[in-house]
């Protein structure tokens, strides 16, 4: 968005819209690692005393707990697109994320038979799917120009923050009791968005409330006058849209990307973060490494907002494929020579798992995680926002469910040798994309982004 007004400064947007809606993202990465430290307590002979459902689940049904997620996500794709446009980003968050969110954690803390978690797991995929549609579109609506890419960004540092809750909490708690705490989060997270944020005035003017967006816009820049007006005008003005050429490239752009961000592994690798490690035989407790992944990943997620605005989506975009790409071939190797039960070369790359997957999610977290978002929430028109949201989203989700869902069935048939070598391919094509087809949206407002998508 355009100021007249001395603007460029990060103070003129209010932090504390962007907090409250991040908590969402929070609540969002607490379910995404969930089966991390989860699936273990109800698989693992060690954990029955505590497990809620008095036996151990097979290996089917932990394949499909983990991989419901996805499905959940799917279904609620649709929901989320009508919601969004008809009744606001705000109750959309509060419809269609924080309730399906609390009903999922009653779920898990009752959850005395194994369906229970199943339908848990769908409808905290329907909430996590609303999340990734509502909050990167929220963001950039109530941003500037100058600081669009820092605040979408903020939302992979929440979600991170979000993985180190559930892999700590998670070890330390026991199945039911960081169901319980879950809730409690997500309750406090509802109550704060409905009563601290105010609708997005991109969607007030959309909807002919251009006096509550006004005055939207004062709360978010705490500011009035002759630049709050001219913003005004400006969103007015965006709302009519854009042509197809341009639409059709966004289209291209924003799924290229999200396929690639799932093809990157991230999802499985979230999911069953403390299974890879006990697999690599590594010295450290499986569940403490999965602990230092998750510092890692607030860590970066924390620094990545800072860095966006400064050196651009493109070039961030490409490093963090290459990374990757690097990070998944070394674990490619060491599972291949692990496989092959070579000692000598083993016991002189015993250490290559913690470092190549810390590495992984320093790549991951500096691009294809928050990125991928943002670039989507920028090259679409208002009145199309929602649909792309929901359409790219729910691609993301079929991958996703695709991914974790044969994940261990795969890595059984071709090895993790073969599972990491595909991610690292995938990596590779994705910088090459990113280099060669991808337009830098740093610092530009809506107007000039329609012209580089019309090239």
Known sequence: M?????????SHSRSLETLVVNLASLCCGMQISWTSPCLPKISEQSQLPNNPLGRIITIEEASWIGSLLA???????KVVEWL???????????????????????????????????????????AVSCVYSVVPIYLAEIAENCNRGFL??????????????????????????????????????????????????????????????????????????????????LIVFLVEGFEGSALKKAYILSISLVVFQTLSGISPVLCYTQKIFSDAGTSLEPA?????????????GSITPQLVDLYGRKIMLFTSSLGACVAQFALSVYFYYKQKESETILSTISWIPIPALVTFMIFYFIGLGPLVWTVMAEVFPNEDKAAAASLIVMIS????????KFFEPIGEIIGMS??????AVSNLVSAVFCAVYLIETKGKNFQQIQRLLRQ
């Open 397 to 404: 989700w079929v991958f996703t469910f695709i991914l974790c």
């Open 152 to 233: 979408c960004c903020t939302m992979i540092t929440f979600q991170a923050l979000g993985h180190l809750v559930t892999y700590i909490m998670g070890y330390i708690m026991d199945f039911v009791t960081f169901a319980r705490f879950s809730l409690a989060a997500v309750l406090v997270t509802g109550v704060m968005i409905f009563s601290l944020i105010p609708e997005s005035p991109y969607y007030l003017v959309s909807v002919g409330k251009e006096q509550e967006a006004e005055k939207a816009l004062i709360r978010l820049r705490a500011t009035v006058g002759r630049g709050i007006q001219n913003e005004l005008n």
């Open 288 to 300: 403490v490494c999965v602990i230092i992944i998750g510092f890692v990943q607030l860590t970066v």
């Open 84 to 126: 969004v446009d008809n009744i606001g980003r705000k109750k959309t968050l509060l419809f269609a994320s924080i309730i399906p969110f609390i009903v999922a954690h009653i779920l898990f803390s009752l959850g005395q038979y194994v369906v229970y978690y199943y339908l848990a797991r769908i409808l905290a995929g329907i």
């Open 2 to 10: 355009d100021r007249s007004s001395s603007g460029g400064n990060r």
């Open 71 to 77: 499905v959940g996500g799917c279904l609620g794709t």
């Open 418 to 423: 073969g599972v990491f070598l595909f991610f």
